[in-house]
């Protein structure tokens, strides 16, 4: 059954081909920051896109899908060990981590455009900032790559552990769409759904590039 529809395949794609440029070009430093900056903008763009994306998406793409309470996330978690229950979308496990991410990263970008390295690089947000609120958001920025790795690692973790513990890959849906063995509903994936997606996101990366990202 299909259960990703295209345009979010790519999203998740995207953002961890954007976290990990934004990561290594941070480390290099130097000309580098320019790309810094572009990855950051990128990543707000996509960031965007999957609010808007949450709000009229396919069905298990939107955030209504996977708002679980929490008495249900923590039986879950209890029942983890016992039981090899499998969800068409996200589990109410890993909603928690999806949207403790999509926080982390929605902090990350916003703080990131008030930063400022005293050298070279400011975000584009910089001067109409207070040197107060620059010294807070670059503070912020700086300590909260900590939480994003710790997030993703925590992220790959469980997806290897669901591969190799209960011989459930997430990693394929994510790729082609679909999960076997899974008796529900099919996510909407036409040409039109697909088509509307990208447009958004590419209009949405755009943008934010064009406004941030130079």
Same mark, same amino acid.
């Given at each position: 059954?299909?259960?990703?529809?295209?345009?979010?395949?790519?999203?998740?794609?995207?953002?961890l081909?954007?976290?990990?440029?934004? &990561? $290594?070009? #941070?480390? !290099?430093?130097?000309?580098?920051?320019?790309?810094?900056?572009?990855? %950051?903008? /990128?990543?707000? =763009?996509?960031?965007?896109?999957?609010?808007?994306w949450?709000?009229?998406?396919?069905?298990?793409?939107?955030?209504?899908?996977?708002?679980?309470?929490?008495? &249900? $996330?923590? #039986?879950? !978690?209890?029942?983890?060990r016992?039981?090899?229950?499998?969800?068409? %979308?996200? /589990?109410?496990? =890993?909603?928690?981590?999806?949207?403790?991410?999509?926080?982390?990263?929605?902090?990350?970008?916003?703080?990131?455009?008030?930063?400022?390295?005293?050298?070279?690089?400011?975000? #584009?947000?910089?001067?109409?900032?207070?040197?107060?609120?620059?010294?807070?958001?670059?503070?912020?920025?700086?300590?909260?790559?900590?939480?994003?790795?710790?997030?993703?690692?925590?992220?790959?973790?469980?997806?290897?552990?669901?591969?190799?513990?209960?011989?459930?890959?997430?990693?394929?849906?994510?790729?082609?769409?679909?999960?076997?063995?899974?008796?529900?509903?099919?996510?909407?994936?036409?040409?039109?759904?697909?088509?509307?997606?990208?447009a958004?996101?590419?209009?949405?990366?755009?943008?934010?590039?064009?406004?941030?990202g130079?």
């Amino acid at each position: 059954m299909r259960v990703w529809d295209l345009p979010t395949r790519v999203f998740h794609w995207s953002l961890l081909s954007c976290i990990v440029g934004a &990561v $290594v070009s #941070a480390q !290099l430093g130097g000309n580098w920051m320019e790309w810094h900056v572009r990855l %950051g903008a /990128s990543t707000l =763009g996509l960031l965007a896109f999957r609010v808007v994306w949450g709000l009229i998406g396919p069905r298990y793409a939107r955030f209504g899908s996977f708002l679980y309470a929490p008495g &249900v $996330v923590l #039986a879950h !978690l209890r029942q983890l060990r016992s039981t090899v229950e499998r969800h068409a %979308g996200h /589990s109410p496990s =890993g909603a928690v981590s999806v949207f403790a991410l999509l926080g982390v990263l929605v902090a990350q970008v916003l703080t990131g455009l008030f930063s400022s390295d005293s050298i070279s690089t400011d975000g #584009a947000l910089v001067r109409f900032a207070s040197e107060t609120t620059v010294s807070l958001a670059t503070s912020v920025h700086v300590k909260l790559q900590w939480a994003l790795y710790a997030l993703v690692a925590l992220h790959g973790v469980a997806v290897l552990a669901y591969l190799v513990v209960k011989k459930d890959n997430l990693i394929r849906p994510m790729l082609h769409g679909d999960k076997a063995g899974i008796q529900a509903p099919h996510a909407a994936d036409s040409i039109a759904v697909r088509s509307a997606g990208l447009a958004l996101m590419l209009g949405s990366v755009a943008g934010a590039v064009w406004l941030f990202g130079a």
